[in-house]
T-cell receptor
Framework: DAGVTQSPTHLIKTRGQQVTLRCSPK?????VSWYQQALGQGPQFIFQYYEEEERQRGNFPDRFSGHQFPNYSSELNVNALLLGDSALYLC????????????FGQGTRLTVV | QKEVEQDPGPLSVPEGAIVSLNCTYS??????FMWYRQYSRKGPELLMYTYSSGNKEDGRFTAQVDKSSKYISLFIRDSQPSDSATYLCAMSVTGGGNKLTFGTGTQLKVEL
């Protein structure tokens, strides 16, 4: 049983560019959440998708947007990249929003130069 | 002030020691409490998941929640070098599948 998978593993982008990160949830899970983890910090909640809609959002600007597909996979898009966007981006999936356990992928390490 | 406070360490212990990791929080609405283990450059791995107050044991790991004090703990018995990692506490108002609020993580090193 595959767990949560994320791609790519590493990414280097230039300030001002746009980036798309991808996530496939654990089998049987239909809810996907995205987190940003800066070096030496705990993960910070960006947003959650369920039934192809954004259900909850953390304190992140509109430059951060997402999408969920009918097969429950998800994308995180970040526009107009800033140096401060450099972080590990984590995807977590769960079976039903508001219940159960969240399982994390290995993350995508984004470096903005 | 952060909603969840966690001592970042690092914490260094000898192999076989009992490790105690702690978090305090300020939001009394938190009902679900989790501990994740994160190895360097990897995603967090769920260790313990508890609801409300009380204790939960799983092998060498014991999680305690004291909602009256807004304080949670993770104990690791017979610690091993393979336990060396960062331990993150996380909390949620409505369940582990919803928004999690994390501590900064405690870096643990278990030495031979």
């Amino acid at each position: 049983d595959a767990g949560v998978t994320q791609s790519p593993t590493h990414l280097i982008k230039t300030r001002g560019q746009q980036v798309t990160l991808r996530c496939s949830p654990k089998s049987g899970h239909d809810t996907v959440s995205w987190y940003q983890q800066a070096l030496g910090q705990g993960p910070q909640f960006i947003f959650q998708y369920y039934e192809e809609e954004e259900r909850q959002r953390g304190n992140f600007p509109d430059r951060f947007s997402g999408h969920q597909f009918p097969n429950y996979s998800s994308e995180l898009n970040v526009n107009a990249l800033l140096l401060g966007d450099s972080a590990l981006y984590l995807c977590a999936s769960s079976q039903v929003p508001g219940q159960g356990r969240a399982f994390f992928g290995q993350g995508t390490r984004l470096t903005v130069v | 002030q952060k909603e969840v406070e966690q001592d970042p360490g690092p914490l260094s212990v000898p192999e076989g020691a009992i490790v105690s990791l702690n978090c305090t929080y300020s939001n009394s609405a938190f009902q679900y409490f989790m501990w994740y283990r994160q190895y360097s450059r990897k995603g967090p791995e769920l260790l313990m998941y508890t609801y409300s107050s009380g204790n939960k044991e799983d092998g060498r790991f014991t999680a305690q929640v004291d909602k009256s004090s807004k304080y949670i703990s993770l104990f690791i018995r017979d610690s091993q070098p393979s336990d060396s990692a960062t331990y993150l506490c996380a909390m949620s108002v409505t369940g582990g599948g919803n928004k999690l609020t994390f501590g900064t993580g405690t870096q643990l090193k278990v030495e031979l």
